[in-house]
């Protein structure tokens, strides 16, 4: 089956420095990869979409490149704010049945000091 | 534009009762509708989704269940709360031919 393995958090991270989150899947076909954000106590929203391989999502200063030979989809972000403190989850689509499921990793915590 | 509501907001019940969250979806027609739990520490874990009307898909056995009465709303009901059941409801939608999807607020249910 699908899977998607993140770094393990919480990240720690002083304003300005650089954030690299790794996300690594598994999948049979050929799936679409997403970074969704999720800010505290609210619900998940859409950070960047790749579609096939060697596409860049970029979003807000965030980018991730599908890499299909190592079956990863890292998030990095130059200069990290403290507004960018949220959970960050790394996911990919597999279509079934008519709709698309999306397989989900556990979620990295960042965490921007000032 | 499409929007997505959720209630309640929060809830605490205790163990035994009956659960019953609702969602919709404004601003789309025919989309495909999908309940998450988000347990603490965990990741999502997909419950169910829906491609139409009366149409549920079950991912994971339990005592939940779950009922798409119109075209854009789905409701998760349970008879009788567990303390496992305890976690963040996350209701999402897409429409079909489209893989990125869209999440509601959230409900956080509290089992006591």
């Known amino acids: 089956g699908n899977s998607v393995t993140q770094m393990e958090g919480p990240v720690t991270l002083s304003e300005e420095a650089f954030l690299t989150i790794n996300c690594t899947y598994t999948a049979t076909g050929y799936p679409s990869l997403f970074w969704y954000v999720q800010y505290p106590g609210e619900g998940l929203q859409l950070l960047l979409k790749a579609t096939k391989a060697d596409d860049k999502g970029s979003n807000k200063g965030f980018e991730a490149t599908y890499r299909k030979e190592t079956t990863s989809f890292h998030l990095e972000k130059g200069s990290v704010q403290v507004s960018d403190s949220a959970v960050y989850f790394c996911?990919?689509?597999?279509?079934?049945?008519?709709?698309?499921?999306?397989?989900f990793g556990k979620g990295t915590k960042l965490s921007v000091i000032p | 534009s499409q929007t997505i509501h959720q209630w309640p907001a929060t809830l605490v019940q205790p163990v035994g009762s009956p659960l019953s969250l609702e969602c919709t979806v404004e601003g789309t027609s025919n989309p495909n509708l999908y309940w998450y739990r988000q347990a603490a520490g965990r990741g999502l874990q997909l419950l169910f989704y829906?491609?139409?009307?009366?149409?549920i898909s079950s991912e994971v056995p339990q005592n939940l269940s779950a009922s798409r009465p119109q075209d854009r709303q789905f409701i998760l009901s349970s008879k009788k709360l567990l303390l496992s059941d305890s976690g963040f409801y996350l209701c999402?939608?897409?429409?079909?031919?489209?893989?990125?999807?869209?999440f509601g607020p959230g409900t956080r249910l509290t089992v006591l």
């Open positions: 996911a990919l689509s597999d279509q079934g049945a008519g709709s698309y499921q999306l397989t």
């Open positions: 999402a939608w897409n429409l079909r031919g489209y893989d990125e999807q869209f």
């Open positions: 829906s491609v139409g009307i009366g149409q």
